[in-house]
């Protein structure tokens, strides 16, 4: 028996090898990993849905571009060798580039595919479309889509959400009150883009609520918080949180409990976003009754609340789930702007902070700047689209949009080359995503397992798994740094993603350009020596590197002090100014305002949603989606830990009983959620945590349709979400923002 550490995810493992065979993954010791995750390891790795050979679809082995689109993923395939498939795929790119332009090739890649930071799919395919003559890439991102391009405007970066979180220890020893929209839930603790050494979340907010902290949990759901947090809850309607955050101001300034000497020296634009609030611009006070009609609570709540930010030092923070919705720009926005109203941004445990419940290593104690990244090639197409238009895209060649204050064309997208994550999981509409698809003539597929997506290509290379390679693994976000030593041989003709697209690149006469000259073994010492170079140059003494690999990694010291978020600037906004316009926040942007947006003004704003309670026609219910429990998305939604939260074979929906009462629906029954959209199947679990009029399922189930395509078996909520931008600022997913109704399903 051989024992080796290596890095997923959802944590640090060790895996025990015998005969060359994977036979048991366990959580290293003292990591907090998930043992069902970690556990779930080797029947992922052996699945009877792992792709074991290169396969071409067979009607389009036969007539390539002229093959029949519709019949992608109801058609067989045909085996191939690696060297035939190298050269099937090499032809059609020349063939595609040479007909309709570089820019007719859409690099899709999507997911959180390898802890590693070398053998990370969406960076290969990048790399390898880049030095092919270029490609369409995409803009953003689908978990803080929205976020990534209104902070920008408002406190010069993205930063505040895909990198700087005041620390947990500053928050557990300084913060007398934290108030989160959206919750933390402690099941999204669990996992890390890039994965996480110490997960370490559940200790630092149990030491929080030791010391008195107070927590207050704005949700539709009460289960959003840990029962230690004993948190006060507040259960609005979805969508509603920016109503919520400007009554608060409001009640602010009408108390004269604001800070006017923070506001002035800090930031810019308070005088118009004051007379919005008073209703001096619009004629409507934002006052908590106001709000309250909005959110279907007590306006007493809100006061209660607004009395509650004052009485110490506080921390707000919204979950990354909040921006996933129709103007989801708004509830960053006005969370920023009534923090700067306390006027504790910059102060230990005070301020505010996004993503405290969405991911592990929001607010981690640890050291920055030392992982190891990939280089990027240039794009000659210069061709991109945001991420979530790809459906859009697909459909509408050569229509224009507003995208961040530019007007993009689509291009007329020929070929996909998806490497890495499944559209079919994270895409909104699915109905209409399976629509846009029939339009490449050719979709090439690198996995390691046939996903929906995989069973609706032309074209299918098999990737080895993280377990099947060695890397170099962790996240900015995490003190550990892995070195991730290949665990076992891969199954079947998988090669990692590096390695195929070299070929290809090499039958297109660009391997030099994509290698930079080297293989693997010399990209990961390449990577080694500038994880040791950042090192050394914060005056850390890196191991060597045969002290590196033998150890399984490095763990780094921590900071020399905590991070609190914008610290620096408070101290001196002179020396260290936003990189905004006026080098302060941005309470109202002058930028955004110029971009003439009614969906986006120039300062934070209630917008009414396209479709929420306070407009619901008979019978409908707010769907929100959250992310499982025992899978991370929908990876291992293959094995049987993935599964187990299944009921008969379908995702479970919580219903708040008082609904399912009036729809005659019980405990466990089989329900169908549908709208105009699609309709999926589910099974009922009844929750007085349920606000009533919302109903909540769980992502990640793969993609099962019926016959009709209308009908996903398993309950894949995106059968039933909105394909629609935020707004025309960011064009970011809304997968929150979706009314639907549910009804006993019979099963006979």
Same mark, same amino acid.
């Given at each position: 028996m051989t024992e080796l550490i290596s890095l997923t995810h959802w944590g640090p493992f060790i895996a025990e =090898?015998?005969?060359?065979?994977?036979?048991?993954?366990?959580?290293l010791p003292g990591s907090g990993a998930s043992e069902r995750m970690i556990g779930a390891l080797p029947e992922a790795l052996y699945s009877p849905l792992r792709i074991s050979q290169p396969m071409v679809r067979r009607d389009y082995l036969r007539k390539r571009e002229k093959s029949d689109r519709s019949i992608r993923g109801t058609d067989d395939y045909v085996p191939l060798s690696w060297d035939e498939a190298t050269h099937l795929i090499a032809g059609e790119t020349r063939r595609i580039r040479d007909l309709h332009g570089d820019a007719s090739v859409f690099g899709g890649s999507y997911g959180w595919s390898s802890a590693g930071r070398f053998h990370h799919a969406r960076t290969q395919v990048r790399r390898f479309l880049g030095a092919a003559g270029g490609f369409?890439?995409?803009?953003? !991102?689908?978990?803080?889509?929205a976020a990534q391009f209104i902070l920008p405007h408002v406190l010069g970066d993205h930063a505040a959400v895909s990198s700087d979180a005041t620390s947990w220890k500053s928050i557990s020893e300084h913060a007398d009150l934290v108030v989160a929209f959206g919750g933390? !839930?402690?099941? !999204?603790?669990? =996992?890390?883009?890039?994965?996480?050494?110490?997960?370490?979340?559940?200790?630092?907010?149990?030491?929080?609520?030791?010391?008195? =902290?107070?927590?207050?949990s704005v949700s539709p759901l009460q289960g959003d918080a840990p029962d230690w947090l004993e948190a006060d809850w507040i259960a609005p309607r979805p969508n509603t949180d920016t109503a919520i955050i400007l009554a608060l101001a409001q009640h602010l300034l009408a108390t004269d409990r604001h800070d006017p000497a923070f506001l002035d020296r800090y930031c810019d634009g308070w005088p118009t976003f004051r007379d919005y609030l008073t209703g001096t611009s619009d004629g409507i006070a934002k006052t908590p009754d106001w709000a309250a009609a909005i959110a279907g609570i007590p306006a007493t709540e809100i006061t209660g609340l607004a009395d509650a930010l004052t009485t110490g030092r506080t921390l707000l923070t919204a979950s990354w789930s909040l921006q996933r919705s129709d103007h989801g720009e708004q509830p960053f926005w006005a969370l920023i702007a009534l923090a700067a109203m306390l006027g504790q941004i910059g102060l230990p445990g005070g301020g505010f902070g996004f993503g405290y419940g969405s991911m592990n290593g929001v607010g981690a104690v640890r050291r920055k700047g030392v992982m190891p990244s990939m280089p990027m090639t240039d794009n000659p197409a210069r061709s991109t689209i945001p991420v979530a238009r790809i459906s859009d895209a697909l459909l509408n060649p050569g229509a224009e949009i507003a995208f961040n204050g530019q007007t993009i064309r689509y291009p007329d997208i020929r070929m996909i080359q998806w490497a890495g994550g499944n559209p079919f999981h994270h895409q909104q509409d699915l109905r209409r995503l399976e629509q846009a698809w029939q339009k490449p003539e050719t979709i090439i597929v690198q996995d390691s397992w046939w996903t929906p997506a995989a069973k609706r290509a032309d074209i299918v290379l098999p990737a080895t798994t993280a377990l099947e390679r060695s890397d170099i693994g962790g996240t900015s976000r995490d003190s550990h740094i892995f070195a991730m030593q290949q665990i076992v041989a891969p199954v079947g003709q998988a090669r990692n993603d590096f390695d195929m697209l070299a070929d290809i690149a090499e039958a297109l006469g660009c391997r030099d350009g994509f290698t930079d000259g080297l293989d693997s073994t010399g990209w990961l010492d390449r990577l080694y020596e500038d994880m040791a170079r950042k090192g050394r140059k914060q005056g850390l003494t890196p191991p060597d590197k045969t002290r590196f690999w033998q150890d399984g990694g490095w763990t780094l010291p921590p900071p020399d002090q905590d991070e609190v978020m914008l610290s620096a600037f408070r101290e001196s906004p002179e020396q260290h100014p936003l990189k905004t316009p006026s080098g302060k926040i941005q309470l109202t942007s002058p930028t955004i305002d110029a971009f003439g947006y009614d969906d986006c003004p120039a300062h934070p704003v209630w917008l009414e949603p396209a479709e929420w309670l306070g407009a619901a026609g008979t019978d409908e219910l707010h769907l929100l989606t959250h992310q499982p429990r025992y899978r991370l998305h929908s990876q291992l939604g293959q094995t049987s830990g993935g599964k187990s939260e299944q009921i008969d074979g379908r995702e479970p929906v919580l219903i708040n009983p008082r609904d399912a009462a009036v729809r005659d629906i019980r405990h466990h029954d089989p329900v169908r959620l549908y709208n105009a959209r699609g309709a999926c199947l589910a099974s009922a679990v009844l929750s007085d945590e349920v606000r009533p009029g919302v109903v909540i399922m769980q992502t990640g189930s793969w993609f099962n349709p019926d016959a009709t395509g209308a009908l996903d078996l398993q309950g894949n909520p995106n059968m039933l979400t909105r394909d629609a931008g935020a707004s025309r600022l960011s064009q970011a997913p809304t997968a929150q923002t979706a009314l639907v109704r549910i009804r006993l399903h019979r099963t006979s």
């Open positions: =090898v015998e005969d060359g065979r994977l036979v048991a993954t366990r959580p369409t890439d995409q803009s953003g !991102n689908y978990s803080w889509g933390l !839930n402690p099941k !999204n603790w669990h =996992v890390t883009s890039g994965g996480g050494g110490d997960y370490h979340l559940p200790d630092w907010t149990r030491k929080a609520k030791a010391r008195g =902290v107070r927590f207050i």
